[in-house]
């Protein structure tokens, strides 16, 4: 694991060089993968690395989760909460959208099934949109926390925590994060806590998946033999379908 910090602090080292920046923005949303994220890019910075915690609307306890993470490693930070920013968008963009003509328009209720995730997402771009602010004023870069098994699958939100100038642990699959995790000294409670990604109050990443870190990972790992057939026909779907977030938007060209 010593050399994989190695191998991925040079890199980031070389993205600085290339890009003529002297660090990273990093969103601390007080789970593992931000948390290995921040320390690597302070590892590679020479400490030229900042934290943003943005509530919004969150569970209490991941921004005390966040504030632990930057504590252990000394790192600055940067609290923003989000929540009325996004109340109050969520509410013109409801209000803008039912404006619409009745054939047309999405009726948005509060709560209903198929408004949930534009809801969710709403959340993450507004992270992203307060991460880029932070990194262009101080001449940074923006650190993704996506790793391997979230970005195969599309396990996250386009142009939200999928937007980011690199992504240090992208190559990783869930357990080698945890594993480099270990190697990092990153709190034992951080490394234990259940995977979420903070969407709403009690949402779990297996929850919201429908299946386990273990079993994507034995199919990425071990191919379709390696899961049910059933679970194997899913995550080949999922593939499929979130193949536009993994690729820069078409153009006609592209599709020619």
């Given at each position: ?163 980011a100038d690199v992504l240090p642990i992208g190559h990783l699959l ?22 979420s990604a903070g969407l709403w109050l009690g949402q779990t990443d ?51």
């Amino acid at each position: 694991m010593k050399a994989d910090v190695t191998r991925i602090t040079d890199w980031l080292r070389q993205r600085m060089t290339a890009s003529a920046t002297r660090g990273f923005a990093v969103g601390l949303s007080g789970g593992l993968d931000s948390a290995v994220v921040l320390r690597l890019c302070q590892l590679a910075s020479d400490g030229q690395v900042a934290g943003l915690i943005m509530p919004c609307g969150s569970d209490p306890r991941d921004e005390a989760d966040a504030r632990l993470v930057a504590d252990h490693f000394s790192a600055p930070v940067v609290a923003l909460d989000l929540t009325s920013t996004n109340d109050t968008l969520l509410w013109q963009l409801r209000t803008a959208v039912e404006a619409l003509p009745s054939t047309s328009a999405v009726r948005l209720k509060e709560g209903g099934e198929s408004t949930r995730v534009p809801y969710a997402n709403l959340r993450p771009r507004l992270r992203m949109t307060s991460l880029y602010f932070v990194a262009n004023l101080l001449n940074y870069l923006v650190a993704g926390t996506g790793n391997k098994s979230e970005l195969m699958t599309g396990y996250f939100t386009k142009y939200g925590d999928g937007a980011a100038d690199v992504l240090p642990i992208g190559h990783l699959l869930k357990s080698e994060v945890r594993q480099l995790a270990r190697a990092l000294d990153v709190p034992p409670s951080i490394i234990d806590k259940t995977p979420s990604a903070g969407l709403w109050l009690g949402q779990t990443d297996e929850a919201e998946m429908g299946f386990k870190y273990d079993d994507l990972e034995a199919y990425l790992t071990g191919g379709p033999e390696a899961v049910s057939p059933a679970l194997a026909l899913r995550l080949e779907r999922m593939i499929r379908a979130s193949d536009h977030k993994r690729a820069l938007p078409p153009t006609p060209e592209s599709d020619g």
